[in-house]
């Protein structure tokens, strides 16, 4: 299922574990990582099936991004305590995605309300993506005038 999902993003625009910084799932909550400012090592880091849906999907966030004209080395996440990344762009927060848990869920922001999509197929999260950008694009939009 990962490789088909991975064959939506054109071959010169994937962004890969060596592009993208994720922290283990033991560690809860104090750094922040953006594909920018950290480096994973490959043959250092195992890789298990949830990490690799957790991967696929930034790896599909940051291509839609990036697509959109804004620039990645804006982009960066924290892992909370109950393993759910909560990605921000600059100092705003455009969602939170947790693919690691026995129960997944992500969450939408869209206006003045908060929407949470639980236990669904990663490709149900890699289309809701499109919202986290319609917001972001209206938050920079409030944020330009």
């Keep these: 299922m990962l490789r088909e999902i991975h064959s939506y993003i054109p071959e010169d625009k994937k962004v ?19 594909p920018v400012n950290l480096r994973v090592i490959l043959d250092r880091v195992p890789i ?27 982009l960066t996440w924290n892992r909370l305590r109950d393993k759910t990344l909560n990605i921000k762009y600059k100092d705003w927060q455009i969602g939170r995605i947790n693919l690691v848990s026995r129960k997944t869920k992500m ?12 236990n669904q ?20 939009a409030y944020h330009t005038k």
């Design 16 to 34: 890969f574990l060596n592009q993208v910084a994720l922290q283990p799932v033991d560690t809860a909550g104090s750094v922040e990582t953006s």
């Design 48 to 74: 298990d099936d949830k990490l690799a849906a957790e991967k696929q999907f930034l790896d599909a966030l940051c291509f839609k991004l990036e697509y959109s004209n804004f620039d990645l080395s804006h």
């Design 107 to 118: 969450q939408i922001l869209a206006d003045m309300n908060v929407l949470w999509i639980e």
């Design 121 to 140: 197929p990663l490709s149900v999260y890699l289309d809701e993506q499109s919202k986290w950008v319609e917001y972001l694009n209206a938050l920079s």
